[in-house]
């Protein structure tokens, strides 16, 4: 299948570069990196291997693309209404746009500006970065999760799992609420206390108190997701992503990185969104309540 990814960064550029690798044909947009890959390609330093891509189908704009197969939306969801004109281009009747993003509730979005378009969510569990023009840093990790949120043709998704893997990355299709869920349980906790606490994943569970408040955190997703009807999640899946964050490269999550770098955080699909779908449902998160008010409170009052 053909591929367009919207977002080369730290998500985008890792696993559309690893299509392009194993010799898929990739159409990567940029935009502040555009004239250094035309120059000096893509470089991606992993910890499964690094590579460099010198050739890379570069774009500067959306309407310069040609469509594709199969969508990959890295777009941080701060720009989340930027796929009105962005998405246009790249699409054909049938393209699957998988949206590698976090939070709850963006699928929900897009599918009201494209009614008819094929959605799935994209579960990245990766550690990776993108601080330099070109460059991602792939630390550890790098599995993704497909859900199918609209898609009438299940195989699609199947051949992109399929692909993915063939293209050495570890790629699972699952139920799209448990993906939309299980992600969130690791990064509603994370994201939102590496900023307010100024601070790293391992030194939140070097700590006692912040360890516990990690899992009561993590415990509060795991019961929002159950009393919405959410499968295969319970506590046990809380300890789980404990254990693999404690065996990780000390991490500064995507959302520490945008508040260093002074760029908006992704505070409304994070936290806003989730939270109030549980509060519609009856189920209260006071702990990510607090820390979604904490980071507002942050987000209107840096310099």
Known sequence: MTYGIIG????????????????????????????????????????????????????????????????????????ETLLQSLLPPLLRPDTLVVLAQNGVGVEQDVQQWFPDVHLAAGLAFICSSKTQ??????????????????????????RLVAELRRAHVEAHSVEYHEARWKKAVWNMPFNGLTVVLNTQTSKLLENPDTENLVREMMLEVVGAAQHLGVQNLDASFAEKMIETTRVMVPYSPSMKLDYDFRRPMEIHYLYQRPIEIARAAGFLMPRLAMLEAQLRFLEATRL
């Open 133 to 158: 023009p070109g460059i991602v840093r792939h630390e550890c990790y790098g599995s993704i999760n497909i859900g199918n949120y609209s898609c009438p043709d299940g195989t699609k998704v199947e």
């Open 8 to 79: 080369t960064g730290a998500v985008g550029g890792y696993y559309g570069g690893r299509l392009a690798q194993a010799g898929n044909e990739v159409h990567f947009l940029l935009h502040r990196d555009y004239d250094y890959v035309c120059e000096h390609g893509l470089q991606v330093y992993s910890c499964n291997g690094d590579f460099h891509l010198q050739h890379v189908h570069a774009y500067r704009a959306a309407t310069d693309m040609p469509q594709c197969d199969v969508v990959l939306v890295a777009l941080k969801s701060v720009n």
